[in-house]
């Protein structure tokens, strides 16, 4: 096992970069930390002492993007250089995320919006649905769509316009975080630890009114309670 050493205060995050031969971490003291796998510091950058909270590379390698507890982004070239410094959101930016394709990178924020960036910090788009912060954020493999995920206890995947293609539902606290896999799973952390993996092709393939109708049919059909005007709400929209 290899320790790498130098950050004063707590590291939030880190990232490999595309190779594998680098490794950045971003620690409380905004400071943001480039190693060698086998240990040698190469670089520190350092703009201010706002508190770091996510970093990632460029899939090229040559660049970094930081996210920080004031809602700026700060985009680096790996040899040290600050680029570009985005106010990017209201508040605290937790979720941080590179399109495998290059071409964007997406934030979000406890100002309850995620939006998408080129490299170059100009602002592509803006997410905006959820009733709370959201602490994550992902790209698919394709680079064609988002996940978000909120304490509001939603998943929402978006297309790169905008639109939400579907919501996924929690079972407890909210959604701390939200990872694709390479073959387009998602995974997401809840606040109460507990992770979930989901089978993508089937969520967007399913209907849900008709899931909803086949889940509830029977009580319609057998509850005595339920009007007889309400038994026939169903009819023509079940699965066979």
């Not at 209201?90 to 924020?109: C, I, K, M, T």
């Not at 304490?151 to 905008?162: F, K, M, P, Q, R």
């Not at 606040?191 to 993996?197: F, K, M, Q, W």
């Not at 899931?211 to 023509?236: F, H, K, M, Q």
Request: glycine share 8%; charged share 20%; with cysteine.
């Amino acid at each position: 096992m290899q320790d790498l050493q130098g950050h004063v205060l707590q590291a939030w995050d880190a990232s490999f970069s595309p190779d594998s031969q680098r490794l950045a971490a971003i620690a409380e003291d905004g400071s943001i930390r480039i190693w060698t796998i086998d240990g040698e510091l190469i670089h520190t950058l350092q703009s201010d002492e706002e508190r770091g909270l996510r970093v990632a590379f460029s899939p090229d390698g040559q660049q970094l993007v930081a996210a920080r507890g004031n809602g700026t982004l700060q985009v680096w070239s790996t040899d040290g250089a600050l680029l570009h410094e985005i106010q990017a959101h209201e508040a605290a930016v937790f979720g941080l995320s590179v399109s495998p394709d290059g071409q964007f990178l997406v934030s979000s924020s406890t100002d309850l919006t995620t939006k998408l960036w080129r490299w170059d910090g100009s602002l592509v788009r803006t997410f905006e649905g959820h009733t709370n912060a959201v602490f994550g954020v992902a790209f698919s493999p394709d680079s064609q769509k988002i996940a978000t995920a909120s304490i509001d206890n939603t998943v929402i995947l978006w297309s790169l316009e905008g639109e939400p293609i579907k919501t996924l539902y929690g079972h407890g606290p909210g959604f701390k975080s939200v990872k694709f896999s390479s073959t387009g799973e998602l995974v997401t952390v809840a606040e109460d630890g507990t992770l979930a993996r989901w089978n993508l092709e089937e969520v967007l393939a399913l209907n849900e009114l008709e899931y909803a109708c086949a889940w509830i049919a029977d009580y319609l059909r057998t509850n005595s309670e339920v009007p007889e005007g309400d038994r026939t709400l169903c009819e023509g929209i079940q699965a066979d």
